[in-house]
């Protein structure tokens, strides 16, 4: 190897084809490295569906961008021949240095790539200097080659959520591999809801799963994932997830507070003490205090945080029948609380309802081997990937990127 082909293509450089000239462009900044490849008269070339060796004619020049060398800006020109198979007739031959279709190399990809897997793509693409719409298309197409290859026939457990690429618009449904410890993402779709699990059946047909090895899915309880789950995955016993209950009670906790709040004076600080846990590291003297006179004074809000409170010990059970028996003795506490002699009380009432309606599916979460933090990991998935596709944000982006830093498509584009 001489000192041209480590600054060309390295292991991209193969027989029959030379490099035949370079020159440095001077005269433009960034400063331009050119160099040309070309085959020798007569040489064969390998059929693109079949390797035969063929004769060359008709060149067309092409050019690809390539790594920088330093500074400079490096491209490769090449005259690329159409072939002629006896089985598969004419067709343009695929270099050995770029992929079909890529005006870059190889080599540039992957190091794009590289960069991709550890910032934001808008500072990738300013690193390597190309559009950030250029890198988003070589990122896709390798989170897709990738994905095409992932193996789902040992898939039994799964977890789904959904995330919205921006606020409250384009949501995106996420599954995850609940026996998966790292990069658990595998399959990420636009949309929310019950077509989202048939697409989901879909892909894991094509990934050599079927619908029948799912025996656990975990979620949280919009019905509309509920009756597609039913109606695609008959063999699942549906576990609904705690994070989804306890922020339900949260949300329910909040709301009473707000009613409240327009007919008594609160004590200050109750917005937040309210939301977090009661043993919160978090919780400030003020919080504390208003807790404790919350508590003291028979405020509605304190019997909505109190009922919060008790749903998170059915959580903490340390068996399943620990937490058969903790849900039923949370039902009948709630029972007996009055809870109908004010309207401020309304948001913890349906809580409960829904609560009653998923009693099964709570009570299957507790019986699961599988961790509730699984899911709960998501949140900070959805985060990342917000943040890698900054500036550049639609669900296309979004997807790619949560495959890209949290499914097994990570690992196989490292391989390549
Ligand atoms: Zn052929």
Redesign the pocket.
Known sequence: MNGNDIITLGPGLEKPWEITGQTLNTECTPHELRSTLSAPRGSSFP??????L?KAHDLKEKTWRHLNFFQHHCYITADVPLIK????GV?RITVPWARKGSKFTLLFEQAALLLVREMPVLAAARIIQIPDKKLWRIVSHYVSESLAKLDLSELKAIGLDESSAKKRHNYVTVLIDLDRQKNPVVFVVPGKGQDTIHQFKRFLTEHGGTADNILEVTCDMSRLFLSGIRKHFSKAEIAVDWFHIVQIFTKAVNKVRVLEAKKRRLPKATRWAVLKNEESTTLSENERNALAELNSMDFFTAIAWRGKERLRWVRRAATPQAAKWRLSNFLLCMAETDLTRSPVLKPIISAIETVIRHRLAIEARCQSGHSNARLEGLNSIFQAAKARARGYRNPETFISMIYLIASPVGNLLKST
């Open positions: 059929c693109p569906e079949c390797g035969e063929c198979c006896n089985d598969h067709q």
